[in-house]
């Protein structure tokens, strides 16, 4: 008995300070007028980002749609020329299929290239507005630290 009300009295102790280091963090962080969570300042700025990343995916599924409107043609062309070409001869039929492909892994590389393009260009679009918001609270920040820099309420 004695060692479970030990043991809740040790989760207390634990849960309390957990707490109190929350309360004195959120003291600091309304104190900082720059402060802004993680992500705020993304929902805040839904116009040139976001619109940036929706043309980036657009792109690439636009280019992804396209290909694979190809790769269907592409399919119905080797099945005219297997039925015209390559029943009579198995070496045609042979390069008709290798020929199909080709083209089928020229399209999945391209699918990897412009996939990984594009989320290079969204990752540097989201950095971008990471750095400036914490350019933006360091900023407040030494507004803090410097009550001579401040703006009188």
Do not use: Y
């Amino acid at each position: 008995m004695a060692k479970s009300n030990k043991d809740t009295s040790k989760k207390k102790s634990a849960v309390h300070a957990a707490d109190d280091a929350l309360n004195a963090a959120q003291v600091l962080f309304t104190a900082n007028p720059g402060f802004q969570p993680p992500g705020m300042r993304f929902l805040v700025a839904q116009g040139p980002i976001q619109e940036n990343l929706r043309d980036e995916a657009e792109k690439f599924s636009s280019a992804w749609f396209k290909r694979r409107e190809d790769a269907g043609r592409a399919l119905l062309e080797t099945a005219v020329r297997m039925s015209t070409e390559g029943l009579r001869n198995p070496v045609a039929a042979m390069k008709i299929m290798m020929d199909w492909q080709v083209g089928a892994m020229e399209r999945v590389a391209e699918d990897a290239r412009d996939c990984t393009q594009m989320m290079t260009r969204c990752a540097e679009t989201l950095i971008d507005q990471e750095i400036e918001a914490v350019d933006d609270m360091a900023k407040g920040t030494e507004t803090f630290e410097n009550p001579h820099q401040s703006t009188p309420v």
